[in-house]
């Protein structure tokens, strides 16, 4: 059982700089920058590790909030796993508070699905954090859909959510935030249940 004194760790994936900012492979950032917000908090760079972190709290107020550290890995998307480490180690968080939250092709867009433990499917910032860690950690899967006609995986996935997905990606991303807060205080099964629609 895990102690209940050590934080959560959110690392929400993506590649840094303005120019990727919008981009699919950009989710796990839009959903880390939202709960960010939601802890009233702004992002600082951690010395310790290649990310921008910031520290919190999350859930309902009171006694069901948990001590959360939310991080985007400034390292690009297939470097994340050495800030992820970084940080597990220096926050000394245990396997099974660790969060991936990331963009997934084989789930169609606006679906989200929670699960521990899992291969990679070729997403190129779970498999430098699995190197890393090992599988054993938790991941909000943020389905945007397979590329269209024979455009390429990575030049899908390093464009812009088209103008229609962003009609609804405030809601998506609010949605995914959700998840990660529900798995976090009532636990993965409970966040299956409601979440993976």
Known sequence: MTDD????????????GPEYAGNRHNVGFMVADLLAE????????HKASRAQVVEGR?????????RVVVAKPMSFMNLSGGPTAALRDFYKVPADRVIAVHDE???????L????????????GLKS???ALGPDYLRVRFGIGRPPGRMQVADFVLKDF??????ELDYQVDRAADAVESLIVDGLERAQTTYNS
């Open 129 to 131: 954090i699995t190197k």
């Open 162 to 167: 088209s103008s229609t997905e962003r009609k």
């Open 113 to 124: 699905r929670l699960k521990l433990g899992g291969g990679d499917n070729g997403h190129n």
């Open 38 to 45: 939601r802890m009233g908090a702004k992002f600082k760079a």
């Open 5 to 16: 004194s050590s934080p959560w760790l959110i690392v929400g994936l993506g590649n840094p």
């Open 58 to 66: 999350l859930g309902a107020p009171g006694p069901s909030s948990r």
């Open 105 to 111: 092709l084989d789930i169609d867009y606006g679906t």
